[in-house]
């Protein structure tokens, strides 16, 4: 185990972005994202990705250099077209502004389509946050074929896009994120095996926010506009929702983020589950390793060093300094 400070790994995965033609700002932004994610301990979706993402801008299966832009707005809304890009472009972009509505008017809507992956939905989740608003987002794949396996069962039916819920409260302790992945289950065998167990109604849950975030993540905000993108790309196939809410459209916004730092302090006072070290609620580990990674750097294990090695070696860069675990 060796550890990364956070902004040296963010300088360099902004080089290796830059190397394969990303615009500075770009891939400054994309990376930022990255290494986010790697604070906060959610390994899947952090600096691991560069791998993909190599892969995708060097054989053209995404835009290096996307020309965002306006299908639909209104007062409330806002659609837009990632012209093939990095999902982590159009996404920020749709969130921002859907802040900005959500001032003026209280409530507001956006999605975006044409894009590659966004990433971990807890990003636009926290970017909504600082704002002290509530949101809730999915993502999904735009288009859907039924499977060929004539095996599959009704499980096999959607894959696994990312949801995420964020609830605001105070400063001075964890907000309550829930970002997760949609499939909680691995396989049709391990959704089989929890029914056969007595779990059935957590199965039908997890098959159910699957259905819901390809259907409004992906079939509805990423289905190709008509009239169809001037470039097609193919790994620009996501699309991204996301509802943003100010607590002052429904009551006393202050309160009400009060009320939940309240909550949520006095819930984590409580003995931890069976099994737990500590007593934790949706996003308070995540949260608490951010304050302390921030500092020490990030831990990156060896598979996670392998792999940065890999990238550093196909684009002739130097890897980042590390400190010894």
Known sequence: MIRIPPEALHSWSTEVLAALGVPDNDAT?????????????????????????VKEFRNGLVNTTPVI?????????????????????????????????????????????????VGSAGIYARRVLSHGFIGWCVAGGAAWNRT???????????????????????????PLVLDMNANQFGSAAQ??????????????????????????????????????PDHVYASATRGF????????????????????????DASLTLKPMAGADVSALPGTLEWRREAEWTTAGI???????????????????????????
């Open 29 to 53: 932004h994309i990376a930022r994202c990255l290494i986010d994610v790697d604070l906060r301990g959610v390994r899947s979706h952090g600096t691991r990705q560069l791998r993909r993402y």
């Open 69 to 117: 832009r306006v299908l639909r707005e209104t007062d409330h809304s806002l659609r837009l077209d990632g012209d093939g890009g990095a999902g982590y472009l159009v996404a920020s972009r749709a969130t921002d502004s859907t802040c900005d509505k959500t001032n003026a008017v209280g409530l507001a809507v956006a999605a975006t389509c044409n894009h590659g992956h």
């Open 148 to 174: 060929d396996d004539p095996d599959a069962t009704v499980w096999d039916a959607m894959r696994a896009p990312p949801m995420c819920f964020a609830v605001p409260s105070d400063d001075g302790g964890p």
């Open 191 to 228: 959704a089989e095996a929890a029914i056969a167990a007595g779990f059935g109604k957590s199965v039908f849950g997890s098959l159910g926010m699957r259905f819901v975030s390809t259907l409004l993540g992906g079939l509805l905000a990423g289905a190709a506009p008509d009239p169809a």
């Open 241 to 264: 929702f996301l509802l943003v809410i100010d607590p002052a459209l429904v009551g006393d916004a202050e309160a009400f983020r009060t009320d939940v730092r309240r909550i949520i």
């Open 299 to 325: 831990p990156i294990t060896d598979d996670h060093r392998d792999l940065l090695e890999t990238i550093a070696m196909e684009l002739a860069l130097d890897l980042p300094p590390w400190i010894e675990a």
